[in-house]
């Protein structure tokens, strides 16, 4: 009698185990694995140090009273109010201006003069934060009108020192910047995603309701 008991006992023991190893695979395989799958990953064709070019006492000539403004030295507002989106090698080109000689002295600055500056050559950046082509997004209204800071929508992009990968998710080829880090769809910052819902969240936020309007966002 006391024999079997002491089986009995081991083997739910055994079935605990069981479960457990198999509740763990799961999560490791749905919040791992899956994740990892889901989204392809894509260098960028150079690094660009953001930190190191709004440090004004390594980068001379980043004009603007407050950061957004210094941010808007490269990122600029047209005249027509539309938005340059990441700078054209023109921009860089007004301190890079002479491939024979290097502003500083990284083997990085030297790769970056001869693939692009000698060659006149466009660099093809992946833009982490673009949206599908259906939405209508102007930057003038938020930095301008709504006095939103790039950091509310972007974080600390513009402190980044080496650029990470630009990952896609492989079934709707959005970016990884719009649905999210986080599988659980948890956010913690203003900036951690920015699907149709976190637009219209901060517009009711701010008193601008009239704005969650389909035809506001979608032309
Ligand atoms: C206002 C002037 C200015 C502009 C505009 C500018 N740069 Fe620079 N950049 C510098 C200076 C100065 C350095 C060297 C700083 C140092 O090493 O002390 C530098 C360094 C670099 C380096 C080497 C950085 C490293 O981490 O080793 C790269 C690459 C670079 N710039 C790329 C660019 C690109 C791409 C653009 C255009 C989007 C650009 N720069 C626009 C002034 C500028
Ligand atoms: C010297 C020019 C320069 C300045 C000044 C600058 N940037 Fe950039 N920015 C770039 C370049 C080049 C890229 C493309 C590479 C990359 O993704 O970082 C870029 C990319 C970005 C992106 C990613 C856009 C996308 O969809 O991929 C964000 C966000 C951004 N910058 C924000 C900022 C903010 C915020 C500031 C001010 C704190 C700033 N930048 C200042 C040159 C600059
Ligand atoms: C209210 C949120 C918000 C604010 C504030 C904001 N952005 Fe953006 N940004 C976006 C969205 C959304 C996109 C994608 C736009 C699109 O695809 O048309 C974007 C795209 C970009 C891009 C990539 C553009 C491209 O064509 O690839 C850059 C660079 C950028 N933003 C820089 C900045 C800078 C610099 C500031 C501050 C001066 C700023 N943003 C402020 C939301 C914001
Ligand atoms: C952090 C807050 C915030 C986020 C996030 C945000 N917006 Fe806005 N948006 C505003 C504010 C504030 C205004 C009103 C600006 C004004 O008219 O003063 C506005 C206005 C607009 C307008 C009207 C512009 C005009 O010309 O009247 C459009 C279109 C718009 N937003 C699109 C978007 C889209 C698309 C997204 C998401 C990709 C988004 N917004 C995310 C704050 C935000
Ligand atoms: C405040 C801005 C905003 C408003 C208002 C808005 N959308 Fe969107 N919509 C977006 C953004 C940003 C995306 C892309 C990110 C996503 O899928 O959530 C999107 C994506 C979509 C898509 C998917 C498109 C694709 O290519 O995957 C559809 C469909 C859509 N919206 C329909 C609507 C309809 C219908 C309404 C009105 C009830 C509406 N939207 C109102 C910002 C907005």
Redesign the pocket.
């Known amino acids: 009698m006391e024999n079997q008991a002491h089986s009995s006992d081991q083997s739910t023991k055994g079935g605990w185990l069981f479960f457990i190893a198999g509740f763990i695979g799961s999560l490791i395989l749905g919040w791992v694995i899956f994740p990892m799958a889901l989204y392809s990953s894509q260098p960028q064709p150079m690094n660009f140090n953001h930190a190191l070019h709004m440090n004004p006492d390594k980068v001379d000539g980043i004009e603007g009273d407050t950061e957004?403004e210094k941010?808007?030295f490269c990122?600029q507002l047209r005249d027509d109010g539309t938005?340059a989106?990441?700078p054209r090698l023109e921009k860089c080109m007004e301190c890079h201006d002479d491939p024979e000689s290097p502003l500083g002295s990284t083997p990085e600055e030297k790769d970056f003069l001869t693939r692009y500056v000698a060659e006149e050559k466009e660099i093809p950046w992946l833009?982490y934060?673009?949206?599908p082509d259906c939405?209508y997004?102007p930057?003038i209204a938020?930095?301008k009108m709504?006095k939103?800071?790039?950091r509310?929508?972007?974080g600390d992009h513009?402190k980044l020192e080496d650029l990470p990968a630009y990952r896609a998710n492989r079934l709707t080829g959005y970016s990884i910047k719009i649905w999210g880090e986080r599988i659980s769809g948890l956010k913690f910052n203003t900036w951690d995603r920015?699907k149709m819902d976190d637009c219209a969240e901060?517009h009711t936020k701010k008193g601008h309701e009239e704005n969650n309007a389909c035809f506001v966002c979608h032309k």
């Open positions: 957004t941010c808007l990122h938005f989106g990441i833009s934060y673009r949206q939405v997004f930057h938020h930095v709504g939103v800071d790039c509310t929508c972007h513009g920015m901060c």
